[in-house]
């Protein structure tokens, strides 16, 4: 909570930092030669009260559940958000399952094969998944399997001209699957995959370290021997004793992917011209729109924080010994 | 005599075996990784001597493929493509050093404050990394490169805005574990001030740590730049940074060459860094990471 009001106010600072005039930003030319316009705009937006008035009346709003109004979109900052975040939203799960199920796959088999040729490839797997860089990684994946060998369509969330199913969830694959249009599914999983992938690169690269480290912990463990001497096939003692052991430390990385997704999806949607929060925030930032800035923010604060808060009962569920308090 | 080498004797017993550090050097990823850095180094130095072309220097020859004249081929203005990677060199690396020394120094000395003064300092100082780490790094960095107008100046005032709260955790706690160790304490009782107690006793144990979250981070300092940059938050035209040079790439699609290389050169450095890091914490760590060696015990 207390982190909550610290987030909107370093938001509010940052935008009051701005040497640049939000009217005229905002403004066009025209309209900025006029003196009563941009009156007009400061006083519709309350730019024209003292800063501390400005952010009490926004946090009152803000209590309401109004984030106020986009100075570039001139639409509730809300509304915006509600647009947006279902395509960030289909991007982000998908490329953090990925990331979960392709990471402790190639982690489990790095600690099995460890300090051999497999374990050290591996290593350097991982290492260039986080050295990456996102943004380019994104342009080269889409110049060779879309421009280059045509095994996925280019940017968007849809082919051109097919319409998304009937709004439910936003997302469009869940849409598809509930109107049971099989072929907007189809054209939908067909879009999302490039990005994801792309996207999961620097998780996948994170989570095979701390998988494999997170298996090495236990792999030597009493009870994982007196497993095998059972005569348990290994694929059951890696699986069921050793994974399962492992799996604690492992979940904790949750809170970490999901930031990083965060910061990859401004760059990664800028390229695949996916309509996601990532794209709004890099938008709200270069035209100085700050009611837009601070709703992004705190969006993305707020959900970090629940992100943190669910891997801690995870946490939990996966490992009886911790309770959560 | 004694009073002056019981720290130091207890500070070598608080330390890993001896040598473990010069273990680092002889792995073959430290190795590739001295070589790819020592490398760029040497590029980043001698670039007007290696360069073939002015990187600014504009020509009829447009969009170019690569090609014997043009390694790495020309650009939308008739640039020569190899050379602009070349220089781009002088901005990436000398300004990844200057950020995470300058992280180092703000984060580590607000987190020795912390750790040792404790109380309402300490309490202020990391609700202050709270706060900063709220925020995923580029949202809160494109915040403060938007506010303060987009420029290289800011980019990088940006990203040490984002870097000094992990320095400041990791040197707090370090210090508060340490400040508690037997050997700070005896220092203590044999008159020391506490001045020299941080200085002598505790400082040189904080160095191991922090030495391979700054490798690391020299890593993502020029992710982190060159990111901003590629969203014209940064480096701008026609300065050649790799970044803004990636950008244009996407402008010009089909001319796969003009994104491609500079974001190699952005692939080989960061991964140099982390090969280093990654290796240092090796070394330092057995526990954490790829050291983890699993030996049957």
Do not use: C
């Not at chain 2, 950008?247 to 290389?261: C, I, S």
């Amino acid at each position: 909570m207390l982190l909550g009001v610290g987030i909107t106010f370093v938001a509010f600072v940052l935008t009051e930092l701005v040497p640049g005039d939000p009217a005229a930003a905002n403004l066009g030319q025209r309209a900025i030669a006029d003196p009563a316009a941009v009156q007009a705009f400061r006083e519709h937006y309350g730019l024209d009260k003292p800063l501390p008035v400005q952010y009490a009346v926004y946090l009152q709003h803000l209590v309401t559940g109004d984030l106020g109004q986009s100075e570039q979109s001139h639409r509730p900052v809300r509304a915006d958000l509600s647009e947006y975040v279902p395509a960030t939203a289909e991007l982000a799960v998908t490329s953090i399952l990925l990331a979960f199920v392709l990471g402790i796959t190639l982690g489990v088999v790095a600690a099995v094969r460890r300090n051999r040729l497999t374990d050290q490839v591996l290593r350097v797997i991982s290492l260039g998944g986080i050295s990456m860089p996102t943004f380019w990684l994104a342009l080269v994946a889409l110049y060779v399997f879309f421009f280059k060998l045509g095994w996925v369509p280019g940017s968007g969330r849809l082919d051109p001209g097919v319409l998304p199913a009937p709004h439910v969830t936003g997302l469009y694959t869940v849409d598809a699957l509930l109107a049971g249009q099989l072929d907007v599914l189809g054209t939908a999983l067909q879009h999302l995959i490039l990005p994801a992938f792309v996207l999961a690169a620097y998780n996948v690269g994170l989570l095979t370290r701390f998988t494999r480290s997170a298996v090495l912990e236990v792999i030597n463990n009493d009870y994982v021997q007196a497993a095998r001497a059972k005569g348990l096939p290994e694929r059951t003692v890696v699986l069921r004793h050793v994974l399962r052991a492992a799996l604690p430390p492992i979940i904790t990385v949750g809170g970490l992917a999901f930031a990083n997704v965060m910061t990859g999806t401004v760059l990664v949607e800028s390229i695949f011209a996916w309509p996601g929060i990532g794209q709004y925030a890099f938008h709200s930032a270069t035209t100085l729109d700050l009611p837009a800035i601070m709703g992004v923010s705190l969006f993305v604060a707020i959900v970090y924080i629940v992100v943190n808060f669910v891997v801690d009962i995870l946490y939990g569920v996966v490992d009886p010994r911790i309770r959560v308090t | 005599m004694s009073v002056q080498r019981l720290p130091l004797r207890f500070r070598i017993s608080l330390r890993r075996t001896p040598g473990t550090l010069g273990s680092a050097w002889t792995q073959p990823l430290a190795i590739a990784g001295m070589i790819l850095a020592g490398a760029w180094i040497l590029i980043a130095i001698f670039v007007p001597l290696i360069a073939p072309y002015d990187p600014l220097a504009q020509s009829s020859q447009l969009v170019l493929e690569p090609s014997s004249a043009h390694w790495f081929g020309t650009d939308e203005l008739g640039r020569d493509v190899f050379s602009r990677v070349l220089w781009g060199s002088r901005l990436s690396l000398p300004l990844a050093f200057f950020l995470v020394a300058m992280a180092v120094a703000v984060g580590g000395i607000l987190g020795g404050i912390a750790g040792y003064f404790g109380g309402w300092v300490d309490e202020v100082i990391m609700r202050a990394t709270d706060l900063v780490f709220a925020f995923p790094t580029i949202i809160l960095a494109m915040a403060v490169t938007a506010a303060l107008g987009p420029s290289l100046r800011n980019a990088v005032l940006a990203v040490l805005v984002v870097f000094w709260p992990s320095y400041a955790r990791v040197v707090r706690g370090l210090v508060m574990s340490l400040g508690q160790a037997d050997y700070v304490s005896a220092t203590r009782l044999l008159g020391a001030s506490s001045r020299r107690a941080l200085v002598v006793d505790v400082l040189p144990n904080v160095a191991g740590p922090v030495m391979v979250l700054a490798t690391l981070d020299l890593g993502n300092a020029v992710l982190l730049l060159a990111g901003l940059s590629f969203l014209g938050l940064g480096a701008q035209p026609p300065t050649p940074e790799w970044g803004s040079m990636v950008n244009t790439g996407t402008q010009y699609f089909e001319r796969w060459w003009m994104g491609t290389f500079p974001g190699f050169a952005i692939l080989s450095v960061v991964l140099a860094f982390n090969f280093l890091g990654d290796s240092l914490r090796d070394a330092l760590d057995p526990r954490s990471s790829w050291a983890v060696q699993g030996r049957d015990r």
